[in-house]
């Protein structure tokens, strides 16, 4: 059973929401091409710290950045590079935070100038689909209600559902119990209760589900090589409608 958290700890939570929103959309503004990928992590790192906050990536199991930032086929994990964006790439951005012992947990995956028809229906196909999930995130549904409308929304573009990886509760630790999948049944799975707070990132693919893990241990890329867009955010289980505590307000305005 995991516990509910209590409305003083969802308030810290919203704060860390905030946070990784701002940061973000920080990121955001900047991504052009000619830009490289580890200039994106230099402008979130700053930005994070500028706030009193810590990039709870940075250093978890080893990772060495800020920023999990992935490029096209690279489905998450990667690693800001000198790679130097160009138009018509996909970059997944992916940002936590540590602050007053809380942890902010979200994604965005952004176009860099102009996409093609198919990437960009992927995009906001992947967005919506994390609406999807959020609306099933309700006091009395189930985990498998969440995959369920996150797989058979993104499922019905003719889109694929990324099993390797799921969603999760967060709170003290960034990564808490239950697991969130992209995929499952309705009515199955542990019980969604008002307070519970948990992160909903869908990982959808263009082409076929199978993902490998790149050879430096971390990245997970598509094994066909086609796009793969990943959107996330945190929200909280309550009656009747979830709360969100991170937001694409910000980049979107
Ligand atoms: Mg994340
Ligand atoms: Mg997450």
């Known amino acids: 059973m995991v516990a509910p958290k209590t409305e003083e700890e969802i308030l810290?939570?919203?704060?860390?929401?905030?946070?990784?929103?701002?940061t973000l959309a920080e990121v955001g503004k900047i991504i052009a091409p000619g830009v490289t990928t580890?200039?994106?992590?230099?402008?979130?790192?700053?930005?994070?710290?500028?706030?009193?906050?810590?990039?709870?990536?940075?250093?978890?199991?080893?990772?060495?950045?800020?920023?999990?930032?992935?490029?096209n086929d690279v489905v998450v994990h990667g690693f800001p590079s000198d790679y130097v964006l160009k138009d018509g790439d996909i970059v997944s951005v992916d940002c936590g935070t540590y602050y007053k012992g809380y942890n902010g947990d979200s994604a965005y995956t952004f176009a860099v100038g102009e996409v093609d028809p198919e990437t960009a229906k992927l995009l906001e196909v992947t967005k919506a689909s994390l609406y999807e999930g959020i609306a099933a995130a309700v006091?009395?549904?189930?985990?498998?209600?969440?995959?369920?409308?996150?797989?058979?929304?993104?499922?019905?573009?003719?889109?694929?559902v990324v099993r390797e990886l799921e969603g999760h509760g967060i709170g003290t630790r960034m990564h808490e119990a239950p697991g969130v999948p992209n995929y499952g049944r309705k009515g199955q799975g542990p019980k969604l209760r008002n307070g519970m707070t948990i992160c909903i990132e869908p990982m959808i693919n263009a082409g076929s589900k199978s993902v490998y893990l790149d050879k430096n241990g971390w990245a997970v890329r598509t094994a066909d090589h086609k796009n793969a867009a990943h959107f996330e955010l945190t929200v909280v289980v309550r009656k009747g409608h979830a709360e969100q505590l991170s937001t694409f307000d910000f980049i979107e305005c």
Not at 12 to 22: A, P, Y
Not at 149 to 158: I, R, T
């Open 12 to 22: 810290l939570m919203k704060e860390n929401g905030i946070l990784v929103s701002r």
């Open 38 to 71: 580890l200039e994106l992590n230099r402008v979130a790192e700053t930005f994070i710290r500028d706030h009193g906050a810590v990039p709870s990536f940075l250093g978890y199991d080893g990772f060495p950045a800020a920023l999990c930032i992935s490029v």
């Open 139 to 160: 006091d009395g549904n189930r985990v498998g209600d969440i995959g369920h409308a996150v797989q058979s929304y993104a499922e019905s573009f003719g889109f694929s």
